[in-house]
């Protein structure tokens, strides 16, 4: 089966720090890639995707992702967190056969 | 417009009981889902059904069912609850498949005791 592997599953960083989160794929194909994020109490909302394009995909809040395909890996990026970005991160590659595959997440918290 | 919501908001059930949990969406989205949110495991896909008649299986469909009378309405029934079955559902809907972006619900924190 194909999987989505998130590294760090537990991230703590003070606000203004930067953030990276790692998301590789397992699946050579044609991949569409997704980030969504859960904050405290809330649903899952879309952060940022990418479908094709520029690799370099730029999502809500000041949030990033890169696509690198020789890499197989989408990884997250935001320069300077703040507090409200604490939340869960998940990672998610839609492989074809109707499946929408997620990573296990990461659980950010941003210390004020 | 409410989006995708879901009932009951939580509920806990003695093992061997029937549940339904509701999913209704106003979208008018064609692809709906199930999900189980467990600690440390991420999402798993339940059941999903692309239309409107059709239902499939996902990655962890032992326990549960799902019809999709219409468009709005995507149920998931524990027939006969167990333990493992403890965890947070989410309901979403797509326009299209699930290659497309995806719009959760908020949740049914169920507890199997």
């Known amino acids: 089966a194909q999987s989505v592997s998130q590294h760090n599953h537990h991230v703590i960083l003070s606000e203004a720090a930067s953030l990276e989160l790692g998301c590789n794929y397992s699946y050579g194909g044609t991949v569409n890639l997704f980030w969504y994020v859960q904050y405290p109490g809330q649903h899952l909302q879309l952060l940022l995707k990418?479908?094709?394009?520029?690799?370099l995909v730029k999502g809500i809040k000041g949030f990033e992702a890169e696509f690198i395909k020789s890499k197989f890996s989408f990884n997250l990026r935001k320069p300077s967190v703040q507090w409200s970005d604490t939340a869960e991160y998940f990672c998610?590659?839609?492989?074809?056969?109707?499946?929408?595959?997620f990573g296990k997440g990461n659980q950010v918290v941003v210390i004020p | 417009i409410a989006g995708i919501t879901q009932a009951p908001t939580s509920q806990i059930l003695a093992a061997g009981r029937r549940m339904t949990l509701r999913c209704t969406q106003d979208?008018?989205?064609?692809?709906m889902y199930w999900y189980r949110q467990d600690l440390g495991l991420g999402l798993r896909l339940i059941h999903y059904s692309n239309t409107a008649g059709t239902t499939g299986k996902g990655e962890v469909p032992d326990g549960y069912s799902v019809s999709r009378a219409n468009t709005d309405d995507f149920p998931l029934t524990l027939a006969s609850a167990v333990p493992s079955q403890t965890s947070v559902y989410f309901c979403?809907?797509?326009?299209?498949?699930?290659?497309?972006?995806?719009?959760f619900g908020p949740g049914t924190r169920l507890t199997v005791l």
């Open positions: 990418y479908f094709s394009g520029d690799p």
């Open positions: 979208m008018r989205h064609n692809a």
């Open positions: 979403a809907s797509s326009d299209g498949d699930s290659s497309d972006t995806q719009y």
């Open positions: 998610a590659v839609y492989y074809g056969n109707n499946r929408l595959a």
